[in-house]
Structures are given as C-alpha cells and as structure tokens.
C-alpha cells in the first residue's frame, strides 16, 4: 500500500531532550516535506526536499533540522526542543512539485 | 514571500446550499494552486489542484474551484453542501519559479459547518 509513514504518532518529552521524528515513503517520490499545524496559523512548512541531499527552509525553520540520505526517509530532528514546539506535525511526499503531496498521518508532540 | 489569505476562518451554510470558500494569493508568477481537506484527527487529503491548462478545475466530492490571474485569487465551490462536508479546508500555493521554487505556503484554513 503506498503511504507515508510517520513514528512515533504521539510523543511527549521535556525541554532540550533531543528527539526524532521519522518520516518514510514508499513511492519513491523525489519531494518531501514537513510541516506544523497550529491552531489558527494553518500548517506552515518547516523544511522541505526535492532529492536525495537536496535540502531547503520552509517558513519555520528555526530549531529544526533534516537530512535526506535516502530517497524514502526524511527525518525531523530537534536537537533542544523547546515548548514552543508542541504542536502537530506532519511529513507529506509528491512526485514532484506539481503532484499531489501525500501526507502521513500526524505526529503529535508535546514539550513540557 | 508567498503569502495565502482564507477569507472566513469559520463558514457555515444549510445542507443543500452553496458552499463558496475563498482563496487569494500574493504571487505575481501564475503558482501550482491546491485546496486540502482535513477531517477531525486526520491527515490532509487532496480535492483538486491546478497547475497548467483549464482555469476551472474540478475535484472529488463535487468540488471545483476557478484561477482567476487578474484576481490572484483560487476559490472553492461546490453547489450543494453534504453534510459529511463538514471539515476544515486549506488552500495552499506552491511557487513554480523564483527564489522559493518548491515551497509550499498554506492558508490558515476554514472550517465548514453544514446544518441540517
């Protein structure tokens, strides 16, 4: 089934714990994304890639960071996550630029 | 920076009535348009797109939506509002040139409430 998958779906951790977020599409889709909703302020996009080692700034980049070694995955890593980033994040792949984005099914993270 | 402005954070319309939910961007360079749709505790699922071509586009579930370039503006419609309409929608930009080629800019989203 092709899909994006995100892990772990809900995540609860205290400020500066270093954390991860995985992301993984099985389409072989070349864009992929990651993106925070927030009540009101609409998803906003924090990084995004168009290939492998292609990496660029959404709106919201600051206190994250990606990589892309691989097609499939597209990890999100807070290194010193704060409060305000408690949110809701979701990673989403397109064929290209274009195409349909397809989104994985949420990340709920809180920051104590 | 591309910005997307959702006229109407909260819309609400009778089952059966005409559901309009408005869309305006700031790009000069004619963008990929996109209108999402977000169930309670889902993810975004796509309605319709434009990207080239025919200035009405239509969607899934009886949605369509209209470029207008002189009015910068991508608005959602459908004739006849369902009930199972009822969700939050994003209008969302993505630049096909410039300097930002490849970012995604959504709007802040409306709800849709349909009555019986």
């Known amino acids: 089934e092709a899909q994006v998958t995100q892990n772990p779906r809900y995540l609860i951790t205290v400020t500066g714990k270093k954390l991860t977020v995985t992301c993984s599409q099985n389409m072989n889709h070349e864009y992929m994304s990651w993106y925070r909703q927030d009540p009101g302020l609409g998803l906003r996009q924090i990084y995004y890639?168009?290939?492998?080692?292609?990496?660029d700034k959404g709106d919201v980049p600051e206190g994250y960071k990606v990589s892309r070694k691989e097609k499939r995955n597209f990890p999100l890593i807070l290194e010193s996550p704060s409060p305000n980033q408690t949110s809701l994040y979701f990673c989403?792949?397109?064929?290209?630029?274009?195409?349909?984005?397809?989104f994985g099914p949420g990340t709920r993270l809180t920051v104590l | 920076a591309q910005s997307v402005t959702q006229l109407g954070s909260h819309v609400s319309v009778s089952e059966g009535a005409l559901v309009l939910l408005r869309c305006n961007y700031s790009?000069?360079?004619?963008?990929?348009l996109f209108w999402y749709v977000q169930y309670p505790n889902q993810g975004l699922q796509l309605l319709l797109k434009y990207t080239t071509g025919a200035t009405l586009v239509k969607g899934i579930n009886g949605f369509e939506a209209e470029f207008k370039k002189s009015e910068t503006s991508f608005h959602l419609t459908k004739p006849s509002a369902h009930m199972s309409d009822a969700a939050e929608y994003f209008c969302?930009?993505?630049?096909?040139?410039?300097?930002?080629?490849?970012?995604?800019?959504f709007g802040q989203g409306t709800i849709l409430t349909v009555h019986p």
């Open positions: 890639s168009m290939n492998v080692e292609v990496t």
């Open positions: 989403a792949s397109s064929l290209s630029l274009g195409n349909e984005q397809f």
């Open positions: 969302a930009v993505r630049d096909a040139g410039g300097t930002s080629y490849g970012k995604l800019t």
């Open positions: 790009s000069s360079v004619p963008p990929y």
